[in-house]
Structure formats: C-alpha cells, structure tokens
C-alpha cells in the first residue's frame, strides 16, 4: 500500500520513482503560464511561447498516465493569459522594453517574447482549451470541462471586457470506462427543479387536439419518481460555485479545499491514492487527509514544501483533537 509522501523534484523526474499503474487519480494546477516566476530553475510557466509550455504539460501528463490505473482520471484546474501580459514576473530592472520580460528557466537572461505568430497583441491565448486538446490529441479521454465560477473574484482594471470570475477544471480520464463515484457528490436540487418535480408528477399532460401525451409520447411521460430521487438532491452540475479562499502561508495563488473535494471523492475510493505533481502548498493533501484517501505530491520548490508539511500537521491535528477536520 502506498502511503502518503511528498517528493521533492520537478514533475516529471519526481513521476519516474513512482510505480506503473499504482495511483487512484490526480488532480493539479499547473502553474499558469507567464503569470509568476517561483525563483527556481527550470519551472513550467515561464517558457518563450505558449506551444512549447503547452508541450511541457503535455510531456508531464503523459508520465502520469503511466503511474496511473486503467480506470483513473485526471482533473486539470487551469486559468488562461493575455498576449502581452507578465506583469509581476519581470524582475529585471534594467529591462526597458515592453516587448519582452525576464524569465528563471536555467539561464538567467533568457527573455520571453510577449508577442507570437499568430497572437495579436491582447488576445487571450486560450490556453485552457489548448492544453486540453492536446492532452486529448496525445491519448487522454476528454470527458469535462467544468466552470469554476468565482463569486469574490479580484476585480480588474479593464474597460474593454468583462471581468474574469472563472476558471477550468477539465475532467479526462486514461480509459473510456473508468471510476466515478456519482454518488459520492450528489448535490440539493434547487427549488425551481423541486417546484417543477412537484408540478409534473400532478400535470395530466394533455395535448391540444392529438389525444393525451401518454397517448403520443409516451416516451416522455415516465413518472418523475424514476429519475427524481425521494431525497431531492440530483446529479452534480458543471459549473461549480467556490469561493477562492486566502492562505496566510504562502505568497502564491492556491486553489481552495472546498474546489478540489468533489473531484477527490468522486475520483478516488477510500484509502486509495491521489497524484499532485504540482504540489505546492499542499492543498491536496490536506483534502486528502481529511477525506480518508492517501497523496503522493511532487514539488520542485524545497520552501513550499516546508509549508505544506506544516499544513498537513496541522489538519492531522485538529482531527485528532476533533475527532474531524475543521
């Protein structure tokens, strides 16, 4: 049985100790491209074009799919950039021009180009669905695309577009067939569904001329009972309200507890085994350790992996001190 551990490597080099077909699931954020520069060489976020970023990812989850089991899945939080962005990445004073900025990818004085063929100044680069067509194209299942739908997003600046309170979590799998706990995530039926469950289950549907609907379409007059559960809580949706959440532990964007969980307790039994080869702070482990399953994470940055190792303590002890976790 594989018990929780951190390894500390970049991602792919981390992968190659971990055994053929031996993990549940993963799930990650991959840094977003051309957003931070994490001071340590040769991270993924910072390549000289989205292609080639794209195609560091691509090459990661390719290694995932070898440690993962026939029947696993893969969820992918992933935002998107602009054409021309990379503020708060350039740390190079002396750089004038706008044209490019500075980028830690073992060599200090690489830059990287803010314009592409083919990229218009201010276009967003669609990197999301980039990435998961090219997972797709290089084997994966493309099952999702599920809308993280932020209600305290930041607020931004523009005048030329609407703000941006979403992000993608993509849901692939390595076989067409694989492990999903639907029940596991079930979610309360709104009032408008339990209104209009209430309202069909009562209606005599009757048609207008051409006899009753049992009689016409019988197909679409199947009791309510059959696929509205007694206790009114449905199948979950794809687009998923929460909340970002701050971590006084680290400087750096993590995704909250409550966005991960659905995916971790549909996507592994308990005491099964969840892969993040981008570990960062630890979130992961920490809906881990509170929903009973094991993690493996993979971190390139020793200091983050300091604050995840404290933040999983943490949660350990409160729930030996509560018996359940905050």
């Known amino acids: 049985m594989i018990i929780p551990q951190i390894i500390i490597a970049d991602a792919i080099q981390g992968l190659k100790t971990i055994p053929d077909k031996s993990v549940n699931m993963c799930v990650s954020s991959p840094p977003y491209y051309g957003l931070r520069d994490y001071g340590i060489d040769g991270q993924i976020g910072c390549e000289p074009s989205p292609d080639e970023y794209i195609q560091r990812l691509v090459d990661v989850f390719r290694e995932v799919r070898r440690v993962l089991r026939d029947d696993a899945t893969?969820?992918?939080?992933?935002?998107?950039?602009?054409?021309?962005?990379?503020?708060?990445?350039?740390?190079?004073?002396?750089?004038?021009?706008?044209?490019?900025?500075?980028?830690?990818?073992?060599?200090?004085?690489?830059?990287?180009?803010?314009?592409?063929?083919?990229?218009?100044?201010?276009d967003a680069?669609?990197?999301?669905?980039?990435?998961?067509f090219a997972l797709r194209a290089d084997g994966w299942f493309l099952r999702q695309d599920i809308i993280w739908e932020k209600k305290n997003a930041m607020p931004e600046s523009v005048k030329d577009r609407c703000t941006k309170s979403h992000e993608y979590i993509f849901l692939l799998s390595k076989s067409a067939r694989y492990y999903f706990n639907s029940e596991a995530i079930r979610e309360p039926c709104n009032s408008t569904n339990i209104d209009d469950f209430i309202r069909r289950k009562t209606l005599k549907n009757k048609g207008h001329g051409f006899g009753s609907y049992e009689e016409v379409r019988p197909d679409l007059c199947r009791g309510r009972d059959a696929y509205?559960?007694?206790?009114?809580?449905?199948?979950?949706?794809?687009?998923?309200?929460?909340?970002?959440?701050?971590f006084s532990g680290a400087h750096f964007a993590t995704y909250p507890p409550d966005l991960i969980r659905p995916c971790i307790l549909a996507g592994c039994p308990q005491h099964g085994t969840v892969l993040d080869p981008f570990f960062g702070s630890g979130t992961t482990a920490e809906v881990c350790t509170e929903e009973n399953r094991n993690y493996i994470g993979i971190e390139i940055n020793p200091e983050y992996v300091?604050?995840?190792?404290?933040?999983?303590?943490?949660?350990?002890?409160?729930?030996?001190?509560n018996g359940t976790a905050p």
């Open 306 to 321: 300091k604050i995840a190792k404290k933040r999983i303590e943490k949660t350990q002890n409160n729930i030996l001190i």
């Open 74 to 122: 893969v969820w992918i939080v992933i935002g998107d950039s602009y054409a021309g962005s990379g503020k708060g990445v350039c740390k190079n004073k002396e750089i004038k021009s706008k044209a490019v900025y500075r980028a830690n990818v073992g060599d200090s004085n690489i830059m990287i180009p803010k314009k592409w063929d083919g990229i218009k100044p201010k």
């Open 228 to 246: 509205m559960p007694a206790d009114f809580r449905r199948n979950k949706r794809s687009v998923w309200t929460v909340n970002t959440k701050p």
């Open 125 to 132: 680069l669609g990197i999301p669905w980039a990435l998961a």
